[in-house]
């Protein structure tokens, strides 16, 4: 059965952003679940979504956060699926706090932290997380890349003609 991904975010602020990584995800025709939910505003629900999230077919969970961001990792603290952060650039430290707040996760509870700010990343990873076992997701992967590179080699070619 496919894997459906969640994305989560701290606060409807974040959705802006974070839009990225749904249309993202929707090209690749992954399914996807979107919710706002805080570790700090909702965490009652934030533990019980992680706790459940197994059982009701999800196989990434994106979270984006900013400020003190603990979105990602209480909810890799309830669960064994990965995660993924995206850390908000949404204070007046211009997402540095919400980075260092995502990535220095103690050992034995990881967060895969992108960029601040860096939601298609973030969707980009969780295809790649599912490809591992979805030969369909695994074939478009590829053909982005392809075309990544051909535009790439396309404006080379301009430049030096
Ligand atoms: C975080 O605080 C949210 O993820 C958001 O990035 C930031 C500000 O939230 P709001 O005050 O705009 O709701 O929890």
């Given at each position: 059965?496919?894997?459906?991904?969640?994305?989560?975010?701290?606060?409807?602020?974040?959705?802006?952003?974070?839009?990225?990584?749904?249309?993202?995800?929707?090209?690749?025709?992954?399914?996807?679940?979107?919710h706002?939910?805080?570790?700090?505003?909702?965490p009652?629900?934030?533990c019980?979504?992680?706790?459940?999230?197994?059982?009701?077919?999800?196989?990434?969970?994106?979270?984006?956060?900013?400020?003190?961001?603990?979105?990602a990792?209480?909810?890799?603290?309830?669960?064994?699926?990965?995660?993924?952060?995206?850390?908000?650039?949404?204070?007046?430290?211009?997402?540095?706090?919400?980075?260092?707040?995502?990535?220095?996760?103690?050992?034995?509870i990881?967060?895969?932290?992108?960029?601040?700010?860096g939601?298609?990343?973030a969707?980009?990873?969780a295809?790649?997380?599912?490809?591992?076992y979805?030969?369909?997701?695994?074939?478009?992967?590829?053909?982005?890349?392809?075309?990544?590179?051909e535009?790439?080699?396309?404006?080379?070619?301009k430049?030096?003609?």
């Amino acid at each position: 059965m496919k894997k459906k991904v969640a994305v989560l975010m701290g606060s409807d602020s974040d959705l802006p952003v974070v839009k990225s990584a749904i249309n993202t995800l929707k090209e690749f025709g992954v399914e996807t679940e979107v919710h706002i939910m805080s570790a700090h505003r909702t965490p009652k629900q934030a533990c019980d979504f992680a706790s459940s999230a197994i059982d009701k077919g999800f196989g990434v969970i994106i979270c984006a956060a900013g400020k003190a961001a603990h979105l990602a990792g209480v909810i890799a603290a309830h669960t064994t699926l990965p995660v993924i952060g995206i850390p908000m650039k949404s204070s007046t430290l211009d997402g540095l706090d919400a980075l260092l707040s995502t990535v220095q996760m103690p050992k034995g509870i990881p967060v895969a932290t992108v960029a601040i700010d860096g939601a298609e990343n973030a969707a980009l990873l969780a295809v790649q997380i599912l490809a591992v076992y979805d030969k369909d997701l695994e074939v478009k992967l590829k053909a982005m890349k392809l075309k990544m590179t051909e535009e790439v080699l396309e404006k080379d070619r301009k430049l030096n003609s």
